[in-house]
């Protein structure tokens, strides 16, 4: 009987604690969908006759449409970046012995604790030197940014999963002739790839939301969406129908990819919370 209330008591917490976190969402969602003179007058008054797809083509012709391009690119760019290093670091320190090992793994973790404010103003100088500050080359310069700042996260997580593999299944690759690069391919990353969806939903949402290094990093013809969503607001600060109609489609992206790989990521995260 105790057990059954704390499970009832846990779960109505959780519920309690989900739909305070929806509030904002679910206000976002019913203000992007109606007349801005109904949601003045109290959005939660409007009627289903009076739901518009409106508010969504004036956000998207008034300038949004532009930052689309650059955000996939720097998001996708970034993401498959960290994959590719963060796989082949992982593996090297989950599987392989070499000098100064944990003293380069503590090195690297440490990026998951440096806010990027200490190290943007000093950045800026160093991408001017190696011409990553102007056109296009702008976006190498900014993936790399975000590649240094996943590569901790992507080590941390990747290399638990390698960690797990069966050291069996190594050597009997080994015994077939396999290099390290083959036991990475065709053992080690099919294993562990709910590790990787997982470092790979995390690594998007990361970069896509990101708003201060795409800022401060690139000029108006390279800033992501989340830059357009703030030049959105400014002009029309009274405006909030375009300015959530935008919000909503911001989200959309990571929320149609966390929907297409959530089996991944759960069986991920459970994977990963039973290792030592």
């Known amino acids: 009987m105790r057990k059954r209330l704390t499970v009832t008591a846990l779960y109505g917490s959780l519920t309690a604690a989900s739909l305070v976190w929806m509030v904002p969402v679910v206000t976002a969602l019913a203000i992007s969908v109606l007349p801005i003179g109904q949601t ?53 320190f989950a599987r ?20 990027v404010q200490i190290i943007l103003i000093p950045l800026l100088p160093w991408l001017r030197l190696l011409g990553l500050a102007q056109g296009d080359l702008q976006y190498l310069g900014i993936i790399l940014v975000h590649t240094a700042f996943g590569a901790g996260w992507a080590v941390f ?16 690759a080994r015994l077939d002739g396999a290099s390290h690069l083959g036991q990475l391919r065709y053992v080690v990353l ?13 690594d998007f949402v990361f970069v896509w939301n990101d708003l201060l290094l795409g800022l401060t990093l690139l000029d108006r013809d390279h800033q992501p969406l989340t830059v357009g969503l703030a030049n959105l607001q400014s002009p029309h600060l009274a405006q909030e129908n375009l300015v959530s109609a935008g919000s909503i489609m911001v989200v959309l992206p990571p929320l149609l990819l966390f929907i297409a790989l959530n089996r991944f990521y759960v069986r991920g995260l459970f994977a990963g919370g039973v290792k030592g």
């Not at 009076?50 to 532009?66: E, I």
């Not at 562990?192 to 995390?202: D, H, Q």
């Open 40 to 92: 003045r007058s109290g959005w939660w008054h409007g009627g289903l006759s009076q739901l518009t797809l409106a508010n969504y083509r004036d956000a998207w012709s008034q300038g949004l449409s532009l930052y689309v391009a650059p955000s996939f690119v720097i998001t996708l760019g970034s993401v498959l970046v960290s994959l590719l290093l963060g796989a082949l670091a992982s593996y090297a």
């Open 96 to 115: 392989l012995e070499f000098r100064f090992k944990r003293l380069a793994y503590f090195l690297l973790l440490t990026t998951m604790i440096v806010p």
């Open 157 to 172: 997580m990747m290399s638990a999963f390698f960690a797990d593999v069966p050291e069996e299944l190594l050597e009997a």
């Open 190 to 202: 099919p294993l562990a790839l709910p590790g990787l969806v997982s470092f790979a939903i995390i």
